[in-house]
């Protein structure tokens, strides 16, 4: 049985509104790693609820899965209290904003819980970030809310009740023809909604931002899908913002593979499958390299350039940031960096002490990695040349 044809047509299934139909037991194991690396296990957990007992996992497996149901749960009443938080007091303050990504994709799923999401993304005019700041500056006084520090001149990064806001300015959008976004939209009170074809091409270019980078998992192409669904979504001029925007070609293969993986309602004069060494490539990453790309990537920015030189460039960049990682990271280990930012150094020292004596074998095998890429990454590296991104 092919595992990941298995852990799609439960995907689709749950897209589709449709009840899932199994042949044979699959390996759920299997399914389950899929399944919490792609931070999709609430949405597999339903549709194992829908299956017949026969093809269900056994009972320790299943409990698992419906114990990551509830957690889920919980998390999405907290990005709902977030989610009120950040719009109520931006339109209390006459702040213009608009919600992106996940904080409005999760009302078009069939079961919006489920659509995880790791933070709330708030775009506001530029202008109004200063007034931003003294305002979130009362509830950090009140402990309504912490900072996260992310260093980003055009970004501010709340947690609030343990959920993350990240509240960025039209100044950090990277695309030329979204650097307007507020002109795009259509105004309701003070929230700003892009229409489904715009929202969709915006997706898709963040989504290549992601692939470029890092890697993009199924989740992002389930959004896809969501919108390609919406009855105002018009794919030809999707298409064409995309083209704009330097990734027509990555769209129309994200599009067909929709189509393939989900039945997505997409009709696009381009198909795939008549590439069949581009599908299995791009098959194999996306199923396989998680939420964010994490799962086969060894650091930032690790395939982003193809070229032996620029290779060997990014080769030393991912063992800098494997040997030195950022502040944010480091402060996730040694608490004593969040009051005393100017220890980085020693935190560093304290790091690869631990790292080479007393986890030496563990350490080197990262380091070899970074230096001499596996077969995954010789075939990204194609992937993305061939995809032009």
């Not at 931003?132 to 260093?151: H, M, P």
């Not at 969501?226 to 298409?239: A, Q, Y």
Request: hydrophobic share 35%.
């Amino acid at each position: 049985m092919n595992n990941d044809k298995v852990f799609i047509s439960l995907l689709s299934s749950f897209l589709n509104s449709n009840n899932p139909v199994l042949d044979e037991v699959p390996d759920w194991k299997y399914i389950y790693n899929l399944s919490n690396i792609n931070n999709v296990i609430a949405i597999i957990a339903h549709e194992i609820s829908l299956l017949q007992d026969e093809y269900k996992p056994n009972k320790e497996i299943l409990s698992v899965f419906k114990q990551q149901l509830g957690y889920t749960v919980i998390e999405f009443d907290k990005k709902c209290r977030a989610k009120e938080f950040i719009t109520k007091t931006l339109s209390e303050n006459e702040i213009d904003y608009m919600l992106i990504k996940g904080a409005v994709l999760s009302d078009y799923y069939p079961a919006p819980e489920y659509r995880t999401s790791g933070d709330i993304d708030v775009i506001i005019k530029n202008d109004s970030l200063e007034k931003c700041r003294q305002i979130f500056d009362k509830f950090l006084e009140s402990g309504a809310v912490k900072y996260n520090n992310t260093g980003h001149q055009y970004e501010i990064s709340l947690d609030y009740d343990g959920y993350n806001i990240e509240t960025h300015t039209d100044k950090d959008l990277d695309n030329q023809y979204f650097e307007n976004i507020f002109n795009l939209s259509k105004k309701c009170g003070y929230e700003f909604k892009l229409n489904d074809t715009n929202h969709l091409a915006y997706v898709i270019c963040h989504i290549a931002k992601h692939f470029r980078h890092y890697g993009a998992g199924i989740r992002m192409f389930m959004d896809i899908d969501v919108l390609s669904r919406r009855g105002d979504c018009n794919i030809e001029k999707v298409i064409d913002i995309c083209k704009k925007s330097g990734y027509e070609k990555f769209a129309k293969a994200c599009l067909s593979m929709c189509k393939i993986w989900f039945n997505s309602p997409i009709n696009i004069n381009y198909d795939i499958r008549n590439d069949e060494r581009l599908r299995e490539l791009f098959e194999n990453e996306v199923i396989n390299a998680g939420t964010f790309g994490e799962a086969n990537k060894s650091g930032p920015d690790y395939y982003t350039i193809s070229g032996s030189t620029k290779i060997r460039n990014q080769k030393i960049r991912g063992l800098l940031y494997y040997l030195f990682p950022s502040i944010n990271q480091m402060s996730l280990k040694y608490k004593f960096l969040k009051k005393h930012k100017y220890l980085l150094p020693v935190a560093w020292i304290m790091r690869i002490f631990t790292g080479f004596f007393k986890r030496k074998k563990n350490s080197m095998s990262t380091v070899s990695n970074i230096m001499n890429p596996e077969q995954n990454t010789k075939d990204y590296l194609e992937l993305i040349k061939e995809l032009n991104i």
